[in-house]
């Protein structure tokens, strides 16, 4: 039972849990495809070229789930002053 659980998507497990809690919330289908899918996902890809010469590629993420309240600027504020 273990070995099976272990060779699942974790995404398609993270989904299927989140799919509980709904059922549990009772949360319409509407509501639920708002939550369940992000706005906008950015991916960017940055070089780094390791300590032995080499380069190596990774990858980031920035995932907007919602804009509804305002902006989605993430961590960064800005201030006149």
Known sequence: MLAAVAER?????ALENFDS??????LSQDIRE???YPER??????????DNG???RFE???VQH??????AKGGIRYHPA
């Open 9 to 13: 998507n974790p995404y398609t497990l």
């Open 21 to 26: 809690a709904a059922d549990v919330l009772e």
């Open 34 to 36: 708002m939550i369940k």
């Open 41 to 50: 996902i950015l991916t960017v890809t940055l070089p780094v070229r390791m």
């Open 54 to 56: 080499h380069i190596r």
């Open 60 to 62: 980031g993420y920035r």
């Open 66 to 71: 919602s804009t509804a309240r305002g902006p």
